[in-house]
Structures are given as structure tokens and as C-alpha cells.
């Protein structure tokens, strides 16, 4: 049986909510985000589980959430490292975070094969998401990838702002993908794309990413290629620059490498962008568990 690989991207700092938002319990008897994720996952049809973490925080992470899941679902650690660029590249001074959610998925090539699906670790997808990427590699489509598009009003924090990807669709495949800060204020909603380009207003219908994509595993020759084109385009500066999963998908499409598929669902996301987040989410997961999407205790 082939396998079907969730890479779950975990190596974030977790800056705005102040800690490792990974280990922090949301469910009725300790679970974690990743918890649901993966029994999501699990029946959506996905056999194996590669989280991407940062080195030192590999004991911490494997005895907290990786014990937890490891006799459910075949697991594997991908560490992403600053130090992994192309040779020749000096890492400046200052540095601190490693090169954004490409260089993330690069970190897992020798670790994935065949079809793949990526996440945030803190964010709460909802099993309907996972059921779409689920029929989508069922389907068995030739030279597609995948973006779950949810509906932008069905992921905003009420507390601050958050970061969407904006798609533009045509006839369900993505024409445009513009990384923004979005929020709503009353009753409109505002994408500040990160680029730096002039701010405009959504509907409240308007398809957006979660970093919730679909690929097969020939998008790691793109993004090795992409990566060594990031570090020659920044040369004259590496202190902050990432290159991201979204810019890089946007790219493909744009250059008529990829075709990608902008499939809807209906699942409302759930995260903990900022503490004041954690209790919806636990009260949104305690009305699902009511519902009977979810046992009262994953175990």
C-alpha cells in the first residue's frame, strides 16, 4: 500500500502566542490540536504522520505528542535547521528563525514518497478538510496539487489579526494566491497583503489558505530549485527574508508549471493564534464531541 503522508509543520516559535502552542491541551482530557489531526487523518485515509520540528525541542515534542500518537500511525521526525542552505551560503549574524514554510517542507524529502498533504500544527482543520484532500488523491489526478479553500469568515480570530492566503479561482483552480494580514472590523473584512502591496476588502465567502495543501512528491525538485533562487534574490540581506509555501505554490501556477486545485469545504478552522483563542477552541471542541464528530477521549 502506497503511503498517504501528513506532514505536520511544528518547528514554528509560537511568538505571538508565547510559547509552544503544540503542547498546549484543548480537548477534554489533555488533547492536543495534532491530536485531532491525525485521527482526522487517520480517516481520511492518511497511513503516515512526518512531523517537522526543530532539533532541540526533539525530546520535548516525541514525549508529549509523539508517544501519544506513535501506535496509531507510523511517525517520523524531520528537523529543520538553519544551517541547511545551499553551499556557499553565509548565514548572517542575528539570524534567528529558519527560511519559512518551503524550506519546512524541503526538510522532509527524504522522508516522504508518493502523495503528501501539509498543516500547521495549531491549527484545527476539521475532519471535513481532511475528507476533501482524502477524495482528491483518490481521484488519482495527473499534474495537480491541492489548496483547501476555506471560506475567510470561517477562520478569523476574534482577537487580532490573522495571516490568510487570499485565492483568486477560476472555474475551481487557483489563478492567484495573495499572503495577507486579514481582519474584520465592523463587518468588513481587510487583506494587507505581506508584500507590501495596497490593502483591499473580501467577502466574507472569499476562499482562502490555511497552509492546508495536497501535493505528490515531485514538488521537492521545484522547491530545491526555488530555494537556491531565494538566497541568490537576498543576497544583500538574510537577516528575516522566508520564502513561503504559498509565494512558491502562487509561482507555479503563475509560470504554468502546476495546476492547482481549489477544492471548498465547509469546515469552520479553529487555532490558538493568541491565548485569548484557547477557550473557543476548547468550547468549539466540546460542541463537536456533543455532535459526535469526535470521542470524548481520543486515546
Not at 10 to 29: C, D, H, T, Y
Not at 35 to 46: E, P
Not at 215 to 230: A, P, S, V
Request: charged residues 30%; negative net charge; contains cysteine.
Amino acid at each position: 500500500m502506497e503511503d498517504l503522508t501528513l506532514v505536520i509543520m511544528a518547528a514554528g516559535m509560537g511568538s505571538r502566542f508565547g510559547g509552544l502552542k503544540q503542547i498546549e491541551p484543548v480537548g477534554p482530557n489533555g488533547e492536543f490540536i495534532v491530536d485531532y489531526s491525525i485521527y482526522d487523518a487517520k480517516r481520511a485515509g492518511f497511513n503516515k504522520v512526518v512531523f517537522i520540528i526543530k532539533e532541540e525541542n526533539y525530546d520535548l515534542f516525541r514525549q508529549t505528542i509523539g508517544k501519544r500518537v506513535e501506535d496509531k500511525i507510523k511517525v517520523e521526525y524531520a528537523f529543520q535547521k538553519m544551517e541547511d542552505v545551499p553551499s556557499g551560503v553565509a548565514i548572517p549574524e542575528g539570524r534567528e528563525k529558519p527560511w519559512g514554510t518551503s524550506h519546512a517542507v524541503l526538510c522532509t524529502k527524504d522522508f516522504v514518497k508518493g502523495n503528501f498533504a501539509i498543516i500547521n500544527a495549531d491549527d484545527f482543520y476539521g475532519k471535513e478538510a481532511y475528507e476533501v484532500v482524502g477524495d482528491f488523491f483518490r481521484e488519482k489526478p495527473e499534474n495537480e496539487y491541492l489548496i483547501v479553500g476555506y471560506k475567510v469568515d470561517n477562520t478569523l480570530s476574534d482577537v487580532g489579526s490573522t495571516k490568510r492566503g487570499v485565492c483568486e479561482v477560476s472555474e475551481g483552480y487557483l489563478e492567484d494566491l495573495v499572503e495577507s494580514e486579514i481582519e474584520k472590523n465592523e463587518g468588513i473584512i481587510t487583506a494587507r497583503p505581506l508584500s507590501g502591496e495596497a490593502a483591499f476588502t473580501i467577502e466574507a465567502d472569499t476562499p482562502v489558505s490555511m497552509n492546508m495543501f495536497g501535493f505528490t512528491d515531485d514538488i521537492y525538485g521545484h522547491l530545491t530549485t526555488d530555494f537556491e533562487r531565494f538566497f541568490e534574490d537576498n543576497k544583500e540581506d538574510l537577516t528575516k527574508c522566508e520564502v513561503l509555501i504559498p509565494d512558491h505554490v502562487g509561482d507555479m501556477v503563475k509560470k504554468n508549471i502546476k495546476k492547482v486545485r481549489v477544492l471548498p469545504t465547509v469546515a469552520t478552522w479553529h487555532g490558538i493564534t493568541y491565548k485569548d483563542d484557547k477557550d473557543k477552541l476548547m468550547n468549539e471542541i466540546e460542541k463537536l464531541i456533543q455532535k459526535g464528530d469526535y470521542p470524548r477521549n481520543l486515546a
